[in-house]
């Protein structure tokens, strides 16, 4: 579903991010994407969400191809593509409903679905009596739990969380862990970026990915590196 | 819709700066109409000195009558003229009695009438710029018992000349206030879409289209037009019914003037954000 093939990123100012990346994420998969800060996790989360293209190689998503995507189908693409952010990216002067409901109406939902689909993805992450809060009156869990549904508010194919525990404490941080989690054993492919090594080392049962600058030093997939 | 809610929302959240954008745009066409009123009144000023204009052909005394009906014939049926009439010295006397009554006793003397016979030539409407006027006086001056043509050529190219000056100062005026009209636009725009730029990254996040995103800061520009230039032409009618109450009657504007000035604060409005939105959106 997502395949990376050689990937190069150079930065505009000299310099590399990416040496030649190469895996897979499949349908359904749960994937860690580890490393020390500037490894590469959040420009991999950016081209695979197509913020941004490649200097060499290709990416494929959904049977979308980096190399010839048009402009007007990357809106479409991401959304098959749920994004999750350490600093949660709300509406400060929304409630948590009309922020779940945001994702949903820039996309031409009827109000109709909006309402039913925002009450359900409200009760899915645990925050059904927290509805009418604003981001302010919550706490950081609690705020991750509202990005968190609106990712998922266009049934996307898969989750990129871009250190999506970065700001939370670690009850916090469980709590949302196990809501990506349910998330994935209800079928939605997950790319988690994280460099909280507890976190990966107790769920040894997912697939790793170790980057180290640009370049993965590890793969758990036990798929030979640099081979998609 | 949601563009339409997002538009309402954006002057809701900063009322001031749309409120401003509005008033220059008002302002700015205010101007114009003010300008294109006294245009106007001037042109139509202008038209009705224009309808007389007329050619005067004074004639020799020897002239043979019958040449000079063929030559009537002929004029009228010259393309640019609508009508020729024979004016006779005596009736030409008369004309001049009754016309300038002070100098009834310097013609009450005259010891025969000094007047010549003419021909007044009263021209098509349309066909009274100088160039035809000259066109057709020249041809008249041809005949070989016309003594004398007069059009007060002077006086018509002034008249001319100062139409074209008013209808060249009314373009650059209304030109340099939609110039200055479109940057207080662009200005307000640019910073609905810094102010909006939390929205507008997460839009894109889920998968709006960049026209999606553009739509509501088209529609706020061209609401802001609209209602800039709604506003101007009531201010112009306010002073119009001023003017004309309180010093001297004035035309009002067409409609289709009105009509123009406001679809000129829409497309102000919608050029100057779609620029805006082009430029500013790819910052954000």
Request: with cysteine.
């Amino acid at each position: 579903m997502i395949r990376l093939i050689d990937v190069h990123k150079e930065f505009a100012k000299g310099g590399s991010a990416l040496n030649g990346i190469s895996f897979e994420l499949r349908k359904g998969e749960f994937c860690f994407l580890t490393g020390h800060s500037g490894a590469g996790k959040s420009t991999i989360m950016r081209l695979i969400h197509m913020a941004d293209r490649p200097s060499a190689g290709d990416i494929r998503v959904a049977g979308y191809r980096a190399a010839t995507i048009e402009p007007r189908e990357i809106s479409m693409l991401r959304r098959k593509i749920g994004y999750v952010f350490q600093d949660f990216k709300l509406l400060e002067d929304r409630s948590a409903a009309a922020n779940i409901a945001f994702a949903l109406e820039v996309t031409g939902a009827r109000p109709a679905v909006i309402r039913s689909k925002v009450g359900r993805l409200l009760a899915q992450v645990g925050l059904a009596a927290k509805s009418e809060s604003l981001p302010a009156e919550l706490s950081g869990g609690e705020q991750q739990r509202v990005a968190v549904a609106r990712a998922l508010a266009n049934d996307p194919l898969v989750l990129l969380a871009d250190e999506p525990t970065g700001n939370l404490d670690e009850r916090a941080t469980w709590g949302i862990f196990d809501l990506f989690r349910d998330i994935n054993m209800a079928g939605t492919a997950v790319l988690f970026a994280t460099h909280n090594l507890d976190l990966v080392r107790r769920n040894a049962g997912f697939r790793v990915i170790e980057l180290d600058n640009g370049s993965i030093v590890f793969d758990s997939a036990a798929e030979p590196k640099g081979k998609a | 819709m949601y563009a339409m809610r997002e538009a309402i929302r954006a002057f809701r959240r900063a009322p001031l700066l749309t409120g401003l954008s509005a008033g220059m745009i008002a302002l700015s066409l205010f101007l114009v109409g003010l300008f294109g009123l006294a245009a106007y009144n001037v042109r139509r000023v202008l038209d009705r000195v224009e309808a007389r204009v007329e050619i005067i052909a004074f004639l020799n005394d020897d002239a043979v009558p019958e040449m000079v009906r063929q030559a009537q014939e002929q004029i009228e049926d010259f393309d640019e003229v609508r009508e020729v009439r024979y004016i006779s010295r005596e009736a030409a006397l008369l004309k001049a009695r009754r016309e300038l009554p002070e100098f009834e006793t310097l013609f009450g003397d005259l010891a025969s009438n000094p007047l010549p016979a003419s021909l007044e030539v009263m021209l098509r409407p349309n066909q009274t710029g100088p160039e035809v006027v000259e066109r057709v006086a020249d041809r008249i001056r041809a005949y070989p018992f016309v003594e004398d043509v007069r059009y007060g050529s002077e006086w018509l190219d002034k008249v001319f000349l100062l139409r074209r000056v008013a209808g060249t100062a009314m373009l650059v005026l209304g030109i340099s206030f939609a110039v200055v009209a479109s940057l207080i636009i662009a200005t307000a725009i640019r910073m609905a879409i810094y102010a909006r730029r939390d929205e507008i990254q997460i839009m894109r996040l889920v998968g709006a289209t960049e026209g999606f995103i553009r739509g509501p800061f088209i529609l706020e520009g061209l609401l802001t037009g609209l209602g800039g230039g709604l506003a101007a032409v009531i201010a112009t009618y306010l002073v119009y019914s001023t003017i004309s109450q309180s010093i001297f009657q004035l035309e009002w504007l067409p409609s289709t003037w009105m009509a123009a000035g406001i679809a000129s604060g829409a497309a102000v409005g919608i050029l100057a954000s779609a620029i805006a939105v082009r430029r500013h959106l790819r910052e954000v």
